[in-house]
């Protein structure tokens, strides 16, 4: 069964049981790294995930918290003598500046260096990104300090749904994106510019008409505040979760 694995749920300052968000999609012909941050090679370890079965990559935004990983990442394969390709979608913006961090660490002089091909994606609602025999992902931008984008994904077998707000304010592109998915994962750092609080998230979910809603992204440790499911629950009659580092969902 086609599964998504939460990697990390934290906003971006980390604890010890919270590492920055980003997820895994793991099919049998494609594994779908959405963002990459700290130590890729020993997060996908733990979670069980076997970093050469990566096939695809998706960057929401060039904030350190989402992509910080991506050198360290490239490396490993490379040293680990992959030779398969891999695809890194995001925005031209992300795109670019990944492409010139890569550059700055020199990585054509790297011999032998396997395929990476980067797909820049138009900054337009229900963009397609990748369609395979067991999912297709559509993308839309969303509202963030940077451009950035939320994902929506369709798995053909079992005919569920899911989608990832990424980094956003409260907005009606999540709404549109997410609508009647079975699974909403929204982020809930807080009231702040370019994002959503937990109570907003709910919101969000409740006018999607989401089946279910987990909360991602949220301050954590010293920094966790509140009762982030009780504020989503006031807004939203459905199930509410908070996302948890390796926390698996089937679809
Ligand atoms: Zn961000």
Redesign the pocket.
Known sequence: MTKLIILGSSNAIPDKDHENTHMVIIGKSHTVLIDCVSNPILRLRQAGVDINSITDMILT?F?P??VSGVPLLLMNMWLMGRRTPLSVYGLHHTLDRMENLMSAYAWDEWPGFFPVAFYRLPAQELTPVLDCKEFHIIASPVR??IP?IGLRVEFHTSKKSMAYSC?TAPCDEVVRLAGGVDVLIHEAAGDLFGHSSAGQAGEIARQAEAGSLYLIHYPTGRYATGDPVAEARDRYKGQVTLAEDFMKIDF
């Open positions: 935004h904030h918290d989402h963030h300090m950035a980094d």
